[in-house]
């Protein structure tokens, strides 16, 4: 059971509205988003809480139809029912609430308060000198909004260096980015080229071109924010330099667990399904 700020917050809201459950449930209805009176009745009174995929879908289109902003009543939601916990950036980085401050300079709550990650492909190539040269992903977003018409990226890149090129290779046009040289974080705004509504799915591809050599760079990973059907990271180095050993592994609710791998060529690669939320990436060492 809750604690009541989320059926409060939802009582409020459709008071301020002078909406009635039934005219909810209808509005509802009319979205493909049905959730029966009943349900809507325990939400209200805070002895139940919206949890399964279905219902958290229908609370961003209640949210819409209340006139409210993303995220206003998820974010009240236990953290074990919230497609992404308030805390969870801490799993990402330690300058976490740097990055919620980004986040809001470009108008968002959390990275995924419209769109969440479905499936991503990601390649990380290396230069002849160690160094990055570039990144880029594959991705499929669903929208979890009726109007759904930007996505947040979230890069992380040596501290002091330049700002990375953000290049949108489909699906997307870059809005606003915010570079935070000092601890090496940068968060962008994807403008999509047409809004989604609730349910529906698109696929975004984006290229990073490294503008600062970091031949210290020895990892690449993948930040869930929620679960995922599918992640693949692959990992492309130079011919001539192949490093002599790499991991993959994984932190989820700060613990680590590490596998190791064998190279391919000059690559290493690693693709896993079901996982989220938490944080997987590929790890080398040169000797």
Request: overall charge negative.
């Amino acid at each position: 059971m809750g604690n009541g700020g989320f059926g409060a917050a939802f009582r409020d809201a459709l008071a301020a509205r002078s909406m009635s459950l039934g005219a909810l449930q209808r509005s509802l209805e009319a979205r493909g988003t049905p959730v029966s009176l009943a349900t809507l009745s325990y939400w209200r009174s805070g002895q139940r809480e919206p949890e399964q995929e279905a219902s958290l879908r229908a609370l961003a289109q209640i949210e819409h139809i209340l006139h409210l902003d993303p995220g206003a009543l998820e974010r009240l939601l236990e953290p074990r029912r919230r497609r992404v916990g308030l805390d969870r950036l801490a799993d990402f980085s330690e300058h976490h609430e740097r990055i919620r401050e980004l986040l809001g300079e470009v108008g968002f709550n959390s990275p995924s308060d419209r769109l969440i990650d479905r499936e991503v492909v990601l390649k990380y190539e290396l230069g002849p000198d160690r160094a990055p040269v570039r990144s880029s992903y594959v991705l499929v977003v669903e929208s979890i909004h009726p109007h759904a018409d930007r996505r947040a990226t979230v890069l992380t890149v040596r501290p002091g260096a330049e700002t990375p090129q953000v290049t949108p290779l489909g699906g997307y046009r870059l809005g606003r980015l915010r570079h935070d040289r000092e601890r090496g974080i940068v968060v962008g705004e994807m403008i999509l080229d047409r809004p989604l509504v609730a349910g529906e799915t698109a696929m975004l591809e984006q290229e990073v071109t490294y503008a600062t050599a970091d031949p210290s760079d020895n990892s690449y990973l993948y930040w869930a924010v929620r679960r995922m059907t599918s992640v693949s990271i692959w990992v492309r180095f130079h011919p001539e330099l192949v490093p002599a050993r790499c991991e993959y592994y994984t932190v989820v609710d700060g613990v680590e667990h590490v596998t190791e791998l064998e190279t391919f060529g000059a690559s290493v690669s690693r693709t896993v399904t079901g996982f989220g939320p938490g944080t997987l990436g590929i790890r080398w060492y040169w000797d």
